[in-house]
C-alpha cells in the first residue's frame, strides 16, 4: 500500500511541475503577444486583439496557483486539497469546452470588429493611424484591408495611383513602384480577415 501512496505523491508533484512549466510558458506568451501586437489594439474598433493576451496571463497564474496546491495536497495528503484541486480541474475542462465554443461562434464578429478597425484607420490613415497601418501592413505584407486597390478609395490617402511605401515588398520602393497593380507591392491579407 505504501508503494502506491508514494507513486500517487510523485505522480501529483509531477503534475503540479508540469503546471508550474506551463504557467511560465504562459507567461512568456503572453507578454511577448502583449510586446508584440499592442500595435493591433489600436486599430480595431473593439478592443478584442489583447483581450486573448490578458486571458493567457491570467491562466498562467491560474495554473501556477494551482501548481502549488497541486504540491501542497501531495506532501500533506490533505483530502479536501485534492478535492478541491480534482474539482477545480473538471472546472477548468469544462471552461475550456465552453470557450472553445464560443470562440467558433464569435469568430464572424472578431473578424468583422477587426476588419471594420482597419478600415477606419485606412480612412484616418495620414491622421493618427499612419504608423499603426504601416506597421500591420509590413508585419502581416499586406497591402490595404482586403487588397492594394482600397488605397485608391482612402480618404485619409487621397492619392488614386500609389499605395504607401509599407505596401512594397522591398525596402527602396520608387513612386513609380507603388502603383495599385505593380508586382512588386503586397497585394492581399494573407491571413483570411476579409
Given at each position: 500500500m505504501a508503494f502506491c501512496t508514494i507513486t500517487s505523491k510523485a505522480c501529483l508533484i509531477l503534475v503540479s511541475l508540469v503546471f508550474w512549466a506551463?504557467?511560465?510558458g504562459l507567461f512568456f506568451i503572453g507578454g511577448w503577444v502583449y510586446?508584440?501586437?499592442h500595435h493591433y489594439n489600436e486599430l480595431?474598433?473593439?478592443n478584442l486583439t489583447l483581450i486573448p493576451a490578458s486571458?493567457?496571463?491570467a491562466a498562467g497564474v491560474f495554473m501556477f496557483i494551482l501548481g502549488i496546491?497541486?504540491?501542497i495536497a501531495a506532501c500533506k495528503e490533505n483530502k479536501i486539497l485534492l478535492a478541491v484541486l480534482f474539482t477545480v480541474l473538471l472546472i477548468i475542462l469544462c471552461a475550456e469546452v465552453t470557450a472553445a465554443g464560443l470562440a467558433y461562434g464569435f469568430r464572424e464578429d472578431v473578424r468583422k470588429a477587426v476588419n471594420d478597425g482597419l478600415d477606419d484607420a485606412l480612412k484616418k490613415y495620414n491622421?493618427?493611424?499612419k504608423d499603426q497601418m504601416d506597421y500591420v501592413q509590413k508585419e502581416l505584407k499586406c497591402c490595404g484591408v482586403r487588397n492594394a486597390t482600397d488605397w485608391s478609395s482612402s480618404k485619409g490617402w487621397?492619392?488614386?495611383?500609389?499605395v504607401p511605401e509599407s505596401c512594397c515588398m522591398m525596402k527602396n520602393c520608387t513612386v513609380a513602384d507603388r502603383s495599385p497593380f505593380s508586382k512588386k507591392i503586397y497585394q492581399q491579407v494573407k491571413f483570411g480577415l476579409s
Amino acid at each position: 500500500m505504501a508503494f502506491c501512496t508514494i507513486t500517487s505523491k510523485a505522480c501529483l508533484i509531477l503534475v503540479s511541475l508540469v503546471f508550474w512549466a506551463a504557467a511560465a510558458g504562459l507567461f512568456f506568451i503572453g507578454g511577448w503577444v502583449y510586446n508584440t501586437y499592442h500595435h493591433y489594439n489600436e486599430l480595431t474598433t473593439a478592443n478584442l486583439t489583447l483581450i486573448p493576451a490578458s486571458i493567457i496571463l491570467a491562466a498562467g497564474v491560474f495554473m501556477f496557483i494551482l501548481g502549488i496546491v497541486g504540491c501542497i495536497a501531495a506532501c500533506k495528503e490533505n483530502k479536501i486539497l485534492l478535492a478541491v484541486l480534482f474539482t477545480v480541474l473538471l472546472i477548468i475542462l469544462c471552461a475550456e469546452v465552453t470557450a472553445a465554443g464560443l470562440a467558433y461562434g464569435f469568430r464572424e464578429d472578431v473578424r468583422k470588429a477587426v476588419n471594420d478597425g482597419l478600415d477606419d484607420a485606412l480612412k484616418k490613415y495620414n491622421g493618427t493611424m499612419k504608423d499603426q497601418m504601416d506597421y500591420v501592413q509590413k508585419e502581416l505584407k499586406c497591402c490595404g484591408v482586403r487588397n492594394a486597390t482600397d488605397w485608391s478609395s482612402s480618404k485619409g490617402w487621397n492619392n488614386t495611383k500609389t499605395v504607401p511605401e509599407s505596401c512594397c515588398m522591398m525596402k527602396n520602393c520608387t513612386v513609380a513602384d507603388r502603383s495599385p497593380f505593380s508586382k512588386k507591392i503586397y497585394q492581399q491579407v494573407k491571413f483570411g480577415l476579409s
